[in-house]
């Protein structure tokens, strides 16, 4: 069964620092992984999506790495804007599918003005 | 304005009234889920559906029932609510052929009393 971590569960950061938020999950053998954010009351907006065959994906100020062989993904956000504050999720599909997605349980971040 | 629409998105209601919540989707996807997030779970998929009148468990589908007669819509149906149904819950769509990143409906806040 696939599990996935997020680590720090919380962060907390000065505006204009560059930070990471790590997710790890324990069968590598996944499609795709995502990263999505999610604002109080909203729902989640896909932020990246990285296929198996690729290494990062690049959107604006974000950056995701995918290390499948070590069950291992990062997103970095650079320059943090207070814009940024929410619960960050990353996802990667069940084994065996390409689209029954299994959860972290997210790094909720404040960036302080 | 492509998007996933819930309704309701706030429902309290009692023990054993059944209720129905919607989802529709503008996107011509073929893939349509339904989440739900609770504290200290994270998000759980309920059932999911790879196309018209294709539908499939999740994680969590005791209590609940769906069914998918238009590509667009893909309501969830609470035949008997209990107050373990208490929950926020989420629809999703995707395109099919390779794996696009999931849209996200806005949430329903369900509280079962």
């Known amino acids: 069964k696939q599990e996935v971590t997020q680590i720090p569960a919380a962060l907390s950061v000065p505006e204009g620092e560059n930070l990471v938020l790590n997710c790890s999950f324990t069968?590598?053998?996944?499609?795709?992984l995502q990263w999505f954010r999610q604002d109080p009351g909203k729902g989640l907006t896909s932020l990246l999506l990285i296929q198996s065959s690729q290494r990062e994906q690049t959107s604006g100020r974000l950056n995701a790495s995918l290390d499948k062989s070590s069950g291992r993904s990062t997103l970095y956000i650079a320059a943090s804007q207070p814009g940024d504050s929410a619960t960050y999720l990353c996802a990667v599909p069940l084994s065996g599918s390409a689209r029954q997605l299994t959860f972290g349980s997210g790094t909720q971040l404040t960036v302080l003005p | 304005e492509a998007q996933v629409t819930q309704n309701p998105r706030y429902l309290i209601t009692v023990t054993g009234k059944k209720l129905t919540v919607t989802c529709s989707q503008n996107?011509?996807?073929?893939?349509m889920s339904w989440y739900r997030q609770d504290p200290g779970l994270g998000l759980r998929q309920i059932y999911y559906?790879?196309?018209?009148?294709?539908?499939d468990k999740g994680d969590v589908p005791e209590g609940y029932k769906v069914s998918r007669k238009e590509k667009r819509n893909f309501p969830l149906i609470l035949e008997s609510p209990s107050p373990n149904q208490t929950s926020l819950y989420f629809c999703a769509s995707s395109s099919g052929g390779r794996p696009q990143p999931q849209h996200f409906g806005d949430g329903t806040r369900l509280s079962i009393l």
């Open positions: 996107m011509n996807h073929e893939y």
């Open positions: 559906s790879m196309n018209v009148e294709v539908t």
């Open positions: 069968d590598s053998a996944i499609y795709n």
